[in-house]
């Protein structure tokens, strides 16, 4: 059984979370499509509990008493064993090896692996670290990474050849990361190891940064005869596991 009142009040919360700027009550209320009169009930009170607050214009927005519960509410998602379902579905639907990584210390660090029925062999491990530049899931972090982050690793890093597809020059690599950004996903054609190709895609959340990156792993030759539906499998996973991180497509 539904509670009207404490669906307003979370309909109150979400349209606020969209409008950093604040509302008006009329404007929440007409927004809402909710009586002015309990509008501005409900909207008040909240504000007297401190979960709204008054701007300089007289506008309505997420008050203080929100912070530390959606700082409880972000350290209680583990990320890993939230995407778990989602990884094990993706890993179905392709036939091929699936990763998530993280990133630390200008390295990426797998955090999952899930193994199909035509799984190969590969040097990637749990908890196994990789370079940005000459991995899927670590290009996928290069392409989508705030700006100066990736000028200071690009600036630092050295481009050290590991096959003889990797990319060592660090212009053919922004060319390439450009591209990325267009598609919306990266690729490793054996720039890691010899006879693998990846596909990676970008996780967000709520603030729209980069939180992770998933991606699908496997022989070239049999990734590239399906790499239209192994492309928008990826995609279609990343950004389900972004919205539950409360990134909004």
């Given amino acids: 059984m539904s509670v009207k009142s404490a669906e307003r009040v979370l309909r109150i919360f979400e349209l606020l979370t969209s409008h950093v700027n604040g509302l008006s009550i009329k404007e929440i209320s007409e927004t809402l499509e909710l009586p002015q009169s309990s509008t501005s009930a409900l909207v008040h009170t909240l504000y007297r509990e401190n979960y709204l607050s008054v701007n300089q214009a007289k506008k309505f ?104 597809h990797t990319i060592t020059d660090k212009d053919t690599l922004l060319a390439r990361l450009q591209e990325y950004a267009q598609l919306g996903y990266a690729t490793d054609d054996e720039e890691n190891e010899e006879g693998l190709y990846c596909v990676a895609a970008p996780i967000f959340d709520a603030s729209k940064g980069m939180q992770a990156a998933i991606s699908v792993a496997g022989p070239k030759e049999r990734m590239l005869r399906q790499k239209s539906q192994i492309v928008n499998n990826v995609i279609d996973t990343a950004n389900g596991i972004s919205q539950k991180l409360g990134y909004v497509l």
């Fill in 61 to 164: 927005a997420l008050g203080p008493k929100l912070i530390p519960i959606g700082n409880a509410a972000r350290e209680s998602l583990d990320l890993a064993s939230l995407s778990t379902e989602s990884l094990q579905r993706l890993a179905l639907a392709v036939e091929e090896t699936v990763f998530m990584a993280l990133l630390a210390n200008q390295e990426l660090v797998y955090v999952a692996k899930i193994d199909s029925n035509r799984s190969i062999r590969t040097s990637a491990y749990l908890g196994g670290r990789k370079p940005l530049y000459c991995t899927g899931l670590g290009k996928a972090f290069l392409t989508f990474m705030p700006e100066e982050q990736r000028i200071d690793y690009l600036k630092h890093v050295s481009l050290k050849r590991i096959t003889p």
